[in-house]
Each structure stands twice: as structure tokens, then as C-alpha cells.
T-cell receptor, first 115, second 110 residues
């Protein structure tokens, strides 16, 4: 149980375009979903927390207009990187937690490369 | 400010050579301490949650323990497939977010 999927696993886009990453909880209802960013050989950096049907809460320094998060249902959250630039290239990982669990389960990650 | 420090940064072991990874933390009101394993290019895989000092949990060759200041991940007779980065994270009471340490990169040689 507690499986989280992400799509796509890898994406390459041109500078100035937007990219959408999907995160799905496959076998449980995720009341809270989290989006992280990870740089090579670094730990996870929390970008934002989202609750189903509510606006996301962004961490300090994360541009909410650049990283749009939508948590439309209890099994789906999306992260849209708008007007992507090469410095947005990174490994993006989502996680999900159920209503009665403090434990976060992570997706496999999405490697974004902006050229 | 909540802090999580993992040591060592990297550890190289021979197959069968047992050792321990350390996670020391400074938080105001610990709700839980989490251990994850992360393979290169993949998301973290959940291993354990520890909630109170004195608690221990085991899974195959791994055993996690918790005190009021630190947690240890003991690896008994490791195998090459145990090679990965092990991440420790804390959750503070009243919050759902996790604060991660920088991880310990473990390499087990045959």
C-alpha cells in the first residue's frame, strides 16, 4: 500500500515554456500533498504544502506565480512550472499523506531539464 | 530553529560489516522522526517512523532507535543492495511538514 506515482518521469522543455507534473496517490486518499525540489547530491527542499480544495502554502523564497500547485482531488496534485528557465532544471518530487497518518510517501520524482 | 544533522556524510562498508548511521536533532516538540532510503534518481522510500524515546523498529537488516536527542539506524551484515542514501527527517508537533537532514551515502562493497 501507500503508492504514489508521478508523471512524467523525465521532461525536457525549451526556455519560456510551461511544464505540468502530476502526482497521484494510487491506493489511498491524500488529504495533504507536498512538493519538493532536490539538487544533485543535496537533500530535499520543501517547496509547498497543499491540502485538497485549498490554496497551497509556499515556503519562503518559492515564487507562487512561477510554481503553480493545484490539489483538485484527494488523489491528484499538479505542479506547473511556468515560463521555465534553465535554473529551474532540477529533480522534483512529490509526497502524500493520508488524513490519519503522519507519514509521507514519496513519488519516484520527475527530472526537469530546461534548454 | 529546527535542525537535523546526519553523520557520517558518507560511509563505505564491506559486505557483512555492521555499522550505524546517526541522526541528531534539535526541535521544539518532536511529533515523529522518519527514516527514508533514496536510490539515485528515485524518490525516497519510507523505512520507519519513531515517535518516542526508547522506541525501536526493525526491518530486515535495519534497526532504528530513538533517544531524546538522536536516532540511530543500525545496519547488520549489510549487502551490496543496501547501498543508497539514507535520509532522516523530523516532524514537529502541530505541523505536517518534514525537515530533512542532508543524508548519509552508504556504499557496501562485495
Amino acid at each position: 500500500g501507500a503508492v504514489v506515482s508521478q508523471h512524467p518521469s523525465r521532461v525536457i522543455c525549451k526556455s519560456g515554456t510551461s511544464v505540468k507534473i502530476e502526482c497521484r496517490s494510487l491506493d489511498f486518499q491524500a488529504t495533504t500533498m507536498f512538493w519538493y525540489r532536490q539538487f544533485p547530491k543535496k537533500s530535499l527542499m520543501l517547496m509547498a504544502t497543499s491540502n485538497e480544495g485549498s490554496k497551497a502554502t509556499y515556503e519562503q523564497g518559492v515564487e507562487k506565480d512561477k510554481f503553480l500547485i493545484n490539489h483538485a482531488s484527494l488523489t491528484l496534485s499538479t505542479l506547473t512550472v511556468t515560463s521555465a528557465h534553465p535554473e529551474d532544471s532540477s529533480f522534483y518530487i512529490c509526497s502524500a499523506a493520508g488524513e490519519r497518518s503522519y507519514e509521507q510517501y514519496f513519488g519516484p520524482g520527475t527530472r526537469l531539464t530546461v534548454t | 530553529e529546527d535542525q537535523v544533522t546526519q553523520s557520517p556524510e558518507a560511509l563505505r562498508l564491506q559486505e557483512g560489516e555492521s555499522s550505524s548511521l546517526n541522526c541528531s536533532y534539535t526541535v521544539s516538540g518532536l511529533r515523529g522522526l522518519f527514516w527514508y532510503r533514496q536510490d539515485p534518481g528515485k524518490g525516497p522510500e519510507f523505512l520507519f517512523t519513531l515517535y518516542s524515546a526508547g522506541e525501536e523498529k526493525e526491518k530486515e537488516r535495519l534497526k532504528a532507535t530513538l533517544t531524546k536527542k538522536e536516532s540511530f539506524l543500525h545496519i547488520t551484515a549489510p549487502k551490496p543492495e543496501d547501498s543508497a542514501t539514507y535520509l532522516c527527517a523530523v516532524q514537529v508537533s502541530g505541523y505536517s511538514t518534514l525537515t530533512f537532514g542532508k543524508g548519509t551515502m552508504l556504499l557496501v562493497s562485495p
